[in-house]
């Protein structure tokens, strides 16, 4: 259990502390004379008033002990292992139920060294953790070296095993480095086994954001994300007031209400207080994921393989409870103790807590719905995406409230509850269902497992789709289901919708498009039976080689940034790429790169970058085309497009997302006449 606490905690502070670049802690390093032939190596830490520096010992499934990896050792051997220059501060931390210990002010470590030859050289790396109250930065590594000269120890050579208890090498490191002589800074004309743009003497992958930014204050296309989250979320309170555990709510509730007082003025304003409350309650939860994932991490979620397969495995478990196996509540205790507070208290708190106990009391219906939203919001990469969505969320679940307290005629006309409230949730379940294979696909491709290709992904939603019409007819019912003596004209038209649909799909076995539901399905190129020769492939997926194409031929480029998560990818592909002008030109006038951000596909050898003062590792495919995004072009949303000349310059503003064919042409021949110049 608290190794599950500490991975969560640690994904989230990941993701965030990746949302805003923190630098709390500095390091300094430095030598002290102990003897002739002995010195200290001392790291000194400087840390900001708020955070503090985890100790060298922490209980195993806590947070990263601070480590001293020692990668190579010349002309000197350590002399025991580093210590504190004070006692750190022991704490209980109730989220990883353990005590643990840090420093929370400047503090320094010491290694001891004896000389074994006249001049030393030492390389290593600190990896350390840091924290404040609201959030942590990942496991951190700051390397170090020292040089010096004194005089050679000239005692006995000592016994190894004495000479390895003394060093302290009885214990091995929590974790070792390789040493990595060459460090390439990508970008920069270095050389070295690591480097990177070696096509030409041209620097490929020098900044260009000035002159992005010179072009164009922002990238053509416009953002409607925060527009279609909204409307998302509305769509989804709809659905979840037509859920058995909310429905039978409104009049419930509206009529209590209503017996408050004899002054209808105060119950409709007491109504729409609740209302209200409703609201409040749902887009606070919508604002503790935007606080706690920050800004640009929610994009980072999108193309994240493990977040994906961690919410597949969510909506299988909400379908599955929408069909009928088990019902997911929460302890009883929990809305006993807020039905006790809306009783105890008076005016608008005691409101506020009964429009809590509604959200927790029908958590089992709406809690699935507001899953899947978050899911939906995140993957959009909108800053205020989950708050957004789950304003519209609330706002359609509380409406009916208000209205029903204003208008209390209306109630009469209300349907009564019954079994199709239960075929709601069934709908609902095979929705989740058909949902929860988009996740999987993205770290399918991500990982590069080929289990779920394009024809296997549309199979299996033909099937979903093809069950729900069926279930909808009554042909298939579930246990809980009751008996009907014949189909409504709800489910009938429903029905034909849902088989209708599975219809449609039937061609994309064999290659067809299926732009109504590009966002959802993989990409073409995943297809291995295709018939259908429209699409428009790249030629290339590596920045170096197609941009040394590209001046053996004399065209420009198209560098597409896309991830096999990215929704509006798709999108872009199947609507804007699909059109055959569009293609023309990429086909006929470009060298058509794409590069995936969230490649999982370990390079040959691992890169050391310099990034804000940081030397950090890249270690997937994916890694280095992120960091060519960012490096280059300053920017890291997907999809992302520029257009190069053959020694990587831009000619013409950026473009990001929008479904605009005349702006994109516009974008395309913009290129053309600038390279022709």
């Not at 009885?170 to 004309?189: C, H, K, L, Q």
């Not at 949303?637 to 310059?649: M, S, W």
Request: charged share 20%; proline share 4%; aromatic share 12%.
């Amino acid at each position: 259990m608290r190794r599950s606490a500490f991975l969560l905690y640690f994904l989230c502070s990941f993701i965030f502390a990746n949302a805003q670049i923190f630098d709390p802690i500095k390091w300094s390093f430095s030598t002290k004379d102990i003897s002739e032939s002995e010195k200290e190596l001392v790291f000194t830490a400087k840390i900001e008033n708020g955070w503090h520096l985890y100790g060298l010992q922490l209980p195993e499934g806590g947070p990263i002990a601070t480590e001293f990896n020692f990668t190579s050792i010349k002309g000197a051997k350590l002399i025991g292992k580093p210590k504190a220059s004070r006692s750190p501060i022991f704490k209980y931390d109730a989220l990883f139920d353990m005590e643990l210990n840090w420093y929370d002010d400047d503090v320094s470590f010491t290694q001891t060294i004896q000389l074994t030859e006249n001049d030393f050289s030492i390389k290593g790396e600190v990896r350390y953790m840091g924290c404040n109250d609201e959030n942590c930065m990942p496991p951190t590594p700051e390397d170090f070296s020292f040089t010096g000269t004194g005089k050679a120890v000239t005692l006995a050579k000592i016994s190894t095993k004495q000479e390895a208890e003394k060093a302290g090498a009885n214990e091995e490191p929590a974790m070792t480095i390789p040493v990595i002589e060459d460090i390439a800074v990508v970008g920069n004309n270095q050389t070295g086994k690591n480097k990177v743009s070696s096509v030409t003497d041209v620097d490929l992958w020098s900044p260009v954001v000035d002159q992005l930014q010179t072009m164009s204050e922002a990238p053509i296309g416009e953002d409607t994300s925060l527009i279609i989250i909204l409307i998302t979320g509305f769509i989804g309170g709809l659905l979840a007031l037509l859920t058995p555990c909310v429905w039978p709510m409104i009049p419930m509730t509206v009529s209590f209400f209503l017996k408050r007082t004899k002054d209808r003025k105060k119950s409709i304003r007491d109504a729409m207080t609740y209302g209200v409350s409703i609201v409040i309650i749902y887009v606070a939860l919508g604002l503790i994921i935007t606080g706690a994932f920050g800004a640009s991490a929610l994009n980072n979620l999108a193309t994240n393989a493990i977040f994906n397969i961690i919410f597949f495995l969510l909506l299988v478990v909400f379908a599955i409870s929408f069909l009928g196996a088990f019902e997911i509540t929460l302890p009883s205790s929990w809305t006993t103790k807020l039905d006790s507070k809306a009783d105890s208290t008076t005016g608008l708190l005691s409101i506020f807590f009964m429009a809590f106990t509604l959200s927790l009391v029908s958590f089992s219906c709406t809690g699935p719905i507001i899953g899947t939203l978050l899911v939906q919001a995140a993957s959009m990469g909108a800053t205020a995406g989950p708050a957004i969505g789950m304003f519209g969320f609330a706002l359609a679940l509380s409406i009916p409230f208000t209205l029903f307290a204003i208008f209390p005629s209306m109630l009469q006309s209300m349907p009564k509850s019954g079994g199709w409230l239960n075929s709601v949730k069934v709908v609902l379940g095979f929705l989740e269902l058909a949902l929860a294979l988009k996740f999987l696909s993205v770290a399918d491709l991500a990982y590069g497992w080929r289990i779920l290709d394009r024809e296997v992904f549309i199979a299996l939603w033909i099937i979903i789709f093809f069950l729900l019409g069926i279930y909808l007819l009554g042909i298939i019912r579930f246990s809980h289901d009751s008996d009907t003596q014949y189909v409504s004209v709800t489910k009938l038209f429903l029905s034909i919708i849902s088989l209708s649909f599975a219809i449609y799909m039937i061609p994309g076995l064999w290659g067809a498009p299926l732009k109504a539901i590009s966002a959802f399905a993989p990409p073409l190129a995943t297809q291995d039976f295709n018939l259908y020769s429209g699409e428009t492939h790249a030629e290339f997926s590596d920045f170096d080689e197609g941009m040394a194409y590209a001046r053996k031929n004399n065209k420009p480029v198209l560098v597409d940034f896309s991830g096999y998560g990215c929704v509006n990818c798709r999108k872009m592909e199947a609507t804007v790429w699909a059109d055959k002008d569009v293609k023309s030109i990429i086909d006929n006038d470009y060298v058509l790169i794409t590069l995936y951000v969230d490649d999982k596909t370990p390079l040959d050898s691992e890169i050391k970058i310099e990034e804000y003062g940081k030397t950090r590792t890249l270690r997937t495919v994916g890694d280095k085309w992120s960091y060519l995004q960012r490096y280059k072009f300053g920017a890291n949303a997907q999809p992302y497009y520029v257009i190069l000349d053959e020694n990587g310059n831009p000619l013409s503003p950026s473009y990001s997302y929008n479904e605009n064919v005349n702006e994109y042409l516009k974008f395309l021949n913009t290129g053309i006449e600038n390279y022709k110049k």
